[in-house]
């Protein structure tokens, strides 16, 4: 599993002098050496930055922190549009398996039943342009029952609000569900760069009451 970056944390080398020593200096047809050719820049490899949604907003993945089958994900929402955005409570996940079919998610606001830690409530949130802000998604990778199949988000979709579009969200590697079929949200809370999204030691083995909330 992913170590965390940002809200979870970020994850350079030392070069050998010997690699830095000139080679054979190539010669021209007339046997003189001739100018060496200037190195050609490597291609970026890096993904270009998701589009700014009609809507004026961009939704990523922080990365994930994991500690004893307890999963942390960050999610980052940036303002990338020319007006203010507001925002009070939770980001509603959905996820896919690898056949983009939709998988069936308890989604739980503040993820008390999953760990402690990420209940705290909503607070209006004003984004102006270029400002961010940060939630984070929680699970456990637990297997309790043999005959219901595990569960692998392959595909990740977010809306930053009930009833508002939901944004697709490159994932680094899957949402590993086990069979639990639970997901916890924690709320909206401006993003500052702090790794707010670090899992606390779990406090007790994960309650299995059913809760109101209701099945995506």
């Given amino acids: 599993m992913r170590t965390a970056a940002a809200r979870i944390g970020v994850l350079a080398g030392v070069t050998a002098l010997a ?8 010669e021209s047809a007339s046997g003189r050496p001739g100018t060496p050719a200037r190195p050609t820049p490597a291609a970026s490899t890096s993904p270009p930055p998701p589009a700014c949604s009609p809507e004026g907003i961009r939704i990523t993945e922080l990365g994930v922190s994991a500690a004893m089958g307890l999963r942390a994900m960050g999610l980052e ?6 007006r203010p955005y507001v925002l009070r409570g939770y980001p509603v ?10 998988l069936a998610v308890q989604v ?15 607070t209006r949130i004003v984004l102006r342009p270029g400002e961010r802000a940060s939630a984070a998604l929680l699970w456990r990778n637990l297997v309790t029952d043999a005959t219901v ?3 692998n988000g392959a595909y990740l979709d977010v809306a930053p609000l009930p009833g508002r579009p939901a944004h697709p969200v490159e994932l680094d590697g899957p949402i590993d569900l086990g069979n639990t079929g639970r997901l916890g949200v924690s709320a909206w ?14 406090s ?13």
């Avoid at 009451?209 to 099945?215: E, K, N």
């Fill in 77 to 82: 929402l940036v303002n990338c549009g020319d």
């Fill in 149 to 151: 199949v595990a569960s």
């Fill in 108 to 122: 739980i606001p503040g993820a008390r039943p999953i760990t402690s830690g990420f209940d705290q409530p909503p």
């Fill in 93 to 102: 996940p959905s996820l896919r398996d690898t056949d983009r079919d939709p």
């Fill in 204 to 216: 007790g083995p994960p309650s299995t009451a059913p809760t109101p909330d209701s099945r995506l």
């Fill in 189 to 202: 809370k401006r993003y500052n760069g702090a790794t707010s999204t670090q899992p606390p030691a779990p």
């Fill in 19 to 26: 690699a830095c020593a000139p080679g054979p200096t190539p």
